[in-house]
């Protein structure tokens, strides 16, 4: 299985559609009344939150060491086909 970055603010948007699927689902079984704008409401909060998440996130990965970068890299230039002329 290849290996991919976690990305939180997927994560909370995931999560914030669930949320926001929760008050309808319980309004279909009876239980109780949900107003026509809760979807709305919740997903602007959650949007606005796996942005914050988002950016948060870009900031730490940013200041990440140079040392967590790819360990194939053995300093072979970009193009040694030959189709291009290396510098």
């Known amino acids: 299985m290849l290996r991919h970055d976690f990305r939180p603010g997927r994560l909370v ?3 914030t559609a669930l949320a926001a699927a929760v008050p309808y689902l319980g309004e279909a079984a009876g239980a109780w009344q949900a107003p026509w704008f809760t979807a709305f409401a919740v997903m602007a909060c959650g949007l606005f939150l796996a ?13 990440r060491p140079a040392r967590t970068e790819s360990s194939e890299n053995d300093g072979a ?11």
Not at 77 to 85: L, R, V
């Open 13 to 15: 948007v995931g999560l």
């Open 77 to 87: 230039p970009a193009s040694t086909s030959g189709s291009h002329a290396i510098k």
């Open 51 to 63: 942005s914050l998440v988002t950016w948060v996130t870009y900031l730490i990965r940013r200041r």
